[in-house]
């Protein structure tokens, strides 16, 4: 059964193409290219699943993370990042995030966390 | 309890006592009998009255067959002082009374019947016949010798006893030497109840074994026909081929490719290829380049990569040490020292000494990791990832690279098409199969996760510090080290989705 994926992410050649990838795998797929309106989006829908971007101008990925799963503590929250060294790791890590993506993204995480 | 001589004695005593108390009470002057106003007849009666006394009673045997009707026991009761002792003719009869025919133990009967008529005892749980079970039939095997079944290389690296030169992952033999001995076949023999009914025969379960590759047989046994290694895999006797190098694998010897088990006695130095159809021994350092083999690697000394040096071993692997390379195992990899910057993949667990370490790189155990040290005040992180199976992630990860690379393709041509309607015919083509390529791959991806095999048992286990910079996945789900730890274990609580982390001492 399908579910619902919100991916913020400020590289939107990575937006497009996850997209393609799940929504063909039969999965509802809304990309924001913006980190406050990837925020917005993600506290104003429901979603099965958010991936996050950990840097990005505007709001990072910890910060997004604190806020939604503030507001939201039962998103599970997926961190994409090209440097698992990065201090927000812990941080975003710490406000409850689920996982660690590797950049772009790794598919057995996201496929595990969709089947759970 | 009382020993049965006991209980005769006792028996004896007390018997002896009733007719003494009768007898002393007895006053000869007396007008009046001690049991009242007896008569001849009186005493009589009560002589006969002793005589049938159950303790005596009447002189019988008795036999009980037992409900699987593979043995009978029999009581004796002892004749009284008038009867007739009991002899082999009253248990013939009480044996026929109860259809006792087989397994018939005279002499164990002759016992009996001597004490219970000596001493006028009563006896029971007597074993007078036993049956004789069926024998099954077994079919002839091989049987290897145990010399050759003992497991040549330790798994437990704490003991500090190990000695590395000792190692070998081979039991070499010479040809000629016995592999196992052929046991005869044995016939099945009938069994009898103690009826005298047969009982049929079964046949006895055993492991076939069958000769291998280079071995053969010589009477009756099954012995090596060539010098190598044995290897006892599945139900299969082999001696491998083994070659053995003198020295170093260098420019004297080139590359290696050779279809059994390699002895290397020297190094391999950089640049070589080593490639081996069975296990491989090395007795010092392997600069690896391209190194696989099918079996185990077993290695005095260590394994060095610098950086681009990688090792595929089908079994497990150990080594002193592991530095700056790509080591992938389907068993497990025990590295007694440390291991520098490298990556580690095992479908089983990756350990080290009591004080070894685990500094920089990746390590991907399935099964969990165990080390004396983890990180280091200064290194690089440290990733330990278990839980799953590394070599499934590796092909999902290059499902994902291909599918980001055909899905960036399928947007540029959706671009072009939707900019360029003439295009469309032309790309229309291009554009399905690139789908049908993602969509075949999105399927592959989805069988793969079934065999990601997750194991969420698995943990980490530090004996002695992790240092911050260590980051850590049980079945994917994450921690971070951010401060020193000692003497920790590491393990997934799945119901909070969470790393739960356990002091051992």
């Known amino acids: 059964m399908g579910k619902r994926i919100l991916v913020i992410d400020d ?27 990837g925020l917005e989006e993600a506290l104003r829908a429901e979603y099965d699943l958010v991936l996050v971007d950990l840097r990005m101008p505007g709001k990072n990925g910890a910060e997004i993370t604190e806020e939604l799963l503030k507001a939201k503590p039962h998103t599970r929250v997926l961190l994409i990042t090209a440097y698992p060294n990065d201090p927000l790791v812990s941080r975003a890590l710490g406000a409850g995030a689920h996982a660690l993506l590797k950049k772009p993204f790794e598919i057995a995480k996201v496929l595990d966390f969709l089947e759970e | 309890m009382p020993s049965g001589k006991d209980f005769q004695l006792e028996d004896t005593i007390r018997r002896s006592m009733e007719i003494l108390q009768e007898v002393e009470g007895f006053d000869p002057s007396s007008s009046v009998s001690p049991v009242g106003q007896g008569t001849g007849g009186e005493v009589d009666g009560e002589l006969n009255a002793l005589q049938q006394e159950p303790a005596s009673g009447q002189a019988h045997v008795e036999v009980t067959v037992s409900r699987d009707l593979m043995s009978a026991t029999a009581s004796f009761m002892p004749p009284g002082a008038l009867e007739p002792p009991l002899d082999e003719e009253d248990v013939r009869r009480a044996l026929q009374a109860k259809g006792v025919s087989f397994g018939i133990d005279r002499k164990a009967i002759l016992e009996a019947l001597r004490d219970v008529n000596a001493q006028l005892v009563a006896l029971s749980g007597v074993i007078v016949a036993r049956g004789r079970p069926p024998s099954n039939e077994t079919a002839a095997f091989l049987q290897v010798v145990p010399e050759l079944l003992a497991d040549p290389v330790p798994t437990d690296l704490s003991e500090a006893s190990v000695d590395f030169k000792s ?28 009826r005298g009914e047969a009982i049929p025969f079964g046949q006895s379960e055993v492991v076939e074994l ?49 279809p059994g088990d390699v002895v290397i006695h020297g190094e391999v130095k950089q640049g070589f ?30 394994i060095l990569g610098r950086g681009s040096g990688n090792v595929r071993v089908g079994g497990s692997v150990t080594a002193r040490f592991i530095e700056n390379c790509l080591v992938e195992a389907q068993g497990a990899i025990r590295v007694r020292t440390g291991c520098l910057n490298s990556v580690l993949r095992s479908l089983d667990r990756v350990l080290t000494g009591p004080k070894g370490m685990l500094v920089g790189g990746k390590i991907y155990a399935q099964e969990g990791i165990q080390a004396g040290q983890i990180g280091s005040p200064t290194s690089p992180r440290t990733e330990l990832i278990c839980g799953i199976n590394a070599f499934v992630q590796q092909k999902l990860l290059w ?78 789900v994450p921690f971070a080290v951010t401060e020193t730890l000692s003497g920790i274990r590491f393990s997934l609580d799945k119901r909070k989705g969470k790393i739960v982390l356990d002091p051992l001492f």
């Open chain 1, 11 to 37: 590289e939107v050649m990575i937006l497009d193409a996850i997209k393609i990838i799940f929504e063909d795998m039969g999965h509802t797929v809304e990309v924001r290219a913006n980190s406050q309106a």
């Open chain 2, 167 to 194: 190692w070998s992952p081979f039991r070499l033999v010479r040809a000629g030497q016995v592999l196992a001995r052929l046991v005869p076949k044995q016939e099945g023999e009938l069994g009898f109840n103690v």
């Open chain 2, 210 to 258: 069958k000769p291998g590759p280079n071995t053969g047989f010589a009477d009756d046994a099954l012995v090596a026909l060539r010098d190598g290694h044995f290897e006892l895999r599945g139900d299969i006797l082999t001696v491998h081929e083994v070659l053995e190098v003198a020295g170093d694998v260098d420019y004297r010897t080139g590359h290696l490719d050779f």
């Open chain 2, 273 to 302: 290829q080593v490639k081996a159809g069975g296990s491989v021994f090395c007795a010092r350092v392997i600069d690896a380049t391209e190194f696989s083999c099918r079996g185990d690697l077993v290695t005095q000394q260590g």
């Open chain 2, 399 to 476: 499902i994902r690279d291909k599918n980001l690379a055909l899905a960036t393709r399928l947007k540029q041509v959706q671009a072009r098409m939707a900019a360029e309607p003439a295009s469309r015919v032309r790309l229309q083509d291009v554009h399905d199969r690139l789908r049908a390529a993602i969509h075949k791959l999105n399927e592959s991806a989805q069988e793969l996760m079934k065999e990601l095999d997750k194991n969420d048992k698995a943990f980490v286990l530090v004996t002695g510090k992790i240092y911050p910079g260590a980051y850590i996945e049980i079945c994917h």
